[in-house]
């Protein structure tokens, strides 16, 4: 116990600040997730084809954006990048939620667990309070009614998401949290519901996040290795976020999630799944599961903190617009109906000059018009 309180102790004095987004060193402990040994990146764009977009690249760049991509029908269209590569890892943040409601689909899918089930039929701490009514749908439509700062002793006035951040037993600090809510009374952003839906993956499948990632996802997608934070050596994955990948990989999921589930042919997630992530679970009508679906249009988001929550000043061109979005507008856009993926990387934008809807609007009326 008092190593694992050191070890946090020294997280909390080493850690850098989430600028640059692209420092992923600091993440370790690690677990690999092992891509495709044959991996390939989409096609270098040809230049001419990003000459309409000049003036939405000089408005994306400047900010402190290191990379956007773009995809038109499968098709890069766009690849630009400062002080970072297609080479290079990122911290995904909260985009890495997706992915993970992505691998539920999946377990569902080869019965390992059911999606309407309690999540007390793996969780045993759950079984003797008002948690045993939580059903993984709940943590997965962010409505599961459980505290969502987690009060823990000796905060001394920090964040509430530093030891879940960065505390060494994190599957016992989620399973620990109690319930103030009924499930379904109320949709709150939560990082917990994401690490609980982590734990019951590994305990459902019997296998590592990190290895159920590459079998069922990383390797079937010809992704190149990433990798994901533990909390201590051999220990919990976090599933909340810090899914450390690269840019043409976050493609991939993004035309995944487009095409419902297929990708080259496979059919990697039942199409169907995608009707139910993709039906909104709360009364703003922008979030389904563990997927955003509505610009955030001069609203806060319940359960994310002011200084990052970015307002949209439109809505979106095409209203059935899916994205992932991560903390500092780490942000997959995905239009089914103009054929679209774009991804932007970087650290935090300028909250008065930025403006996610404008950015993704932009692209979409440009390539209306070319």
């Known amino acids: 116990m008092a190593s694992n309180s050191l070890k946090y102790l020294q997280r909390l004095l080493s850690y850098p600040g989430i600028r640059p987004i692209t420092d992923t060193d600091w993440f370790a402990p690690r677990a690999k997730v092992a891509g495709c040994a044959h991996a390939s990146a989409f096609a270098a764009p040809p230049i001419a084809d990003q000459e309409i977009l000049q003036p939405l690249l000089a408005d994306v760049f400047a900010q402190p954006t290191q990379a956007f991509l773009v995809l038109h029908d499968g098709r890069l269209i766009v690849e630009r990048y400062r002080d970072y590569s297609r080479q290079s890892l990122s911290n ?19 019965g390992a667990l059911d999606i309407a089930a309690p999540a007390a039929q793996w969780l045993p701490e759950w079984r003797q309070d008002r948690r045993r009514e939580i059903r993984l749908a709940d943590l997965l439509a962010m409505q599961s009614g459980l505290r969502s700062d987690l009060r823990w002793p000796g905060r001394y006035g920090l964040p509430d998401i530093l ?58 997608l010809a992704c190149s290795d990433a990798y994901v934070y533990l909390d201590r050596p051999q220990g919990q994955a976090h599933t ?32 169907a ?98």
């Open 240 to 271: 909340f976020t810090a899914l450390l990948a690269h840019p043409h990989d976050w493609l991939r999921i993004a035309e995944l999630i487009r095409h419902r589930g297929d990708y080259a042919g496979q059919q990697l997630i039942p199409a």
């Open 273 to 370: 799944w995608f009707e139910r992530m993709e039906q909104p679970r709360n009364s703003d009508a922008d979030y389904g599961y563990h997927l955003w679906l509505k610009a955030h249009r001069k609203r806060r988001v319940r359960g994310i903190p002011e200084a990052e929550h970015f307002f949209a000043s439109a809505d979106f061109v095409d209203p059935a617009t899916l994205y992932l979005e991560g903390m500092h507008q780490q942000t997959i856009f995905i239009s089914r109906r103009e054929r679209l993926v774009a991804l932007r990387i970087g650290a935090k934008p300028d909250k008065r000059r930025w403006d996610s809807s404008h950015v993704w609007n932009g692209l979409l009326r440009a390539l209306a018009h070319a």
């Open 163 to 220: 030891p879940l951040y960065m505390g060494t037993d994190i599957a016992h600090l989620a399973l620990s949290v109690p319930a103030v809510a009924a499930p379904g009374a109320y949709w709150e952003y939560n990082n917990l519901n994401s690490q609980i839906l982590g734990i019951v993956l590994e305990r459902a499948t019997g296998h590592s996040f990190a290895d159920y990632l590459s079998v069922k996802l990383w390797q079937p």
């Open 92 to 110: 995904s943040m909260s985009m890495m939620k997706t992915v993970l409601a992505l691998l539920l689909a999946i377990a569902e899918a080869d």
